[in-house]
């Protein structure tokens, strides 16, 4: 049974799978707030609707990998989708978070995560700039790639004027993978903004 995950806490991959872990999924899930209209009208058709542009909530997850010196070695977004050693990939950009179930996903190979790579931070970011007041039933999850089943799950629905969020970190301790529930609010539209925020939980 997945692991509900509060902010702070730490667990272990494999532990909590039941066996060693070599293939996970990072998912990304959320919806568009159903809270009143604002003064102007037409709030949520607006978010809903067209489509275009600002008219949709554009959130993104991001993940840079760091080394030991809590430096980065390379970073996977929707401008980069797959790191340059082929360990990890990004599916791909959902522009409205429209649908159920994960909206975006970031394939992580931890066999083939270079030995010097030491912890993955993911981030998502609202690239279209609404705060996360607009955003409802938002959480990442971590998925056993091999079996599709959920290991630990962290909601993120912590409603804010905030446009980003530092999610969580999966490292390196002990010759096993672990993973760190953040949970640090942020503002920014990509993960670069971020990174005065994100390196020292590197």
């Not at 008219?55 to 840079?64: E, G, M, N, T």
């Not at 083939?112 to 990442?140: D, H, M, R, Y």
Request: net charge negative; proline share 2%; charged share 20%.
């Amino acid at each position: 049974m997945a692991v509900s995950l509060q902010k702070g806490q730490k667990i272990s991959l494999s532990k909590e799978a039941g066996g060693t872990l070599t293939q996970v999924k990072l998912g990304l899930g959320w919806d568009v707030a159903q809270g009143p209209q604002d003064k102007k009208g037409g709030f949520l058709g607006k978010l809903f609707g067209g489509g275009s542009g600002g008219d949709s909530i554009d959130l993104d997850a991001s993940c840079i990998m760091f080394d030991s010196s809590k430096q980065p070695i390379d970073a996977i977004w929707f401008s980069q989708l797959k790191s340059k050693d082929g360990s990890i990939v990004h599916t791909g950009d959902n522009r409205t978070g429209d649908g159920d179930g994960d909206d975006e996903v970031i394939n992580v190979d931890l066999s083939k995560v270079p030995a010097n790579v030491v912890s993955l931070i993911f981030t998502v970011n609202s690239f279209t700039g609404q705060s996360f007041e607009t955003v409802e039933n938002a959480f990442c999850r971590i998925v056993n790639a091999n079996n599709n089943a959920e290991v630990a799950r962290y909601n993120l629905s912590t409603q804010g004027s905030h446009t980003a969020m530092i999610m969580a970190k999966v490292y390196r301790h002990n010759d096993e993978w672990k993973m760190h529930a953040i949970g640090e609010t942020a503002s920014g539209r990509t993960f670069h903004d971020l990174m005065p925020a994100v390196t020292p939980h590197a």
